[in-house]
């Protein structure tokens, strides 16, 4: 599996993007999809799930109802829009394969994307 993550740039508070990763590979029906983020000087954090074969979905309580993370079947990717951004959530994003044994925790995800950054002026 091989992920390529997309669309990250410059923006300001309160204004929207749209992040994508290409997926290229098997991802089994019970594997997960997710978003992390890190932002300077911090840790990676988880940001959003989605498991592969249905629509169930699952974000940090840091961005329910601003951020909606979902799979374009057509595509073959995994898009995260971000909406309502704010300055906290400036962060090189990264995509991830997660094995759906703990959707939260950084070890059940692998391979990972590159990481595409995300910076939000105040």
């Known amino acids: 599996v091989q992920l390529q993550a997309s669309g990250g740039g410059l923006v300001q508070t309160g204004d929207s993007l749209r992040l994508s990763c290409a997926v290229t590979?098997?991802?089994?029906?019970?594997?997960?999809m997710g978003w992390f983020r890190q932002a300077p000087g911090k840790e990676r954090e988880f940001v959003a799930a989605h498991r592969w074969s249905d629509p169930r979905t699952y974000y940090a309580d840091s961005v329910k109802g601003r951020f909606t993370i979902s799979r374009d079947r057509a595509k073959d990717t995994l898009d995260l829009q971000m909406n309502s951004v704010k300055p906290e959530d400036t962060a090189v994003y990264y995509c991830a394969r997660g094995y759906g044994r703990s959707l939260y925790q950084i070890r059940d995800y692998d391979p990972w994307g590159q990481g595409t950054l995300v910076t939000v002026s105040s």
């Open positions: 590979g098997r991802i089994f029906s019970s594997h997960v």
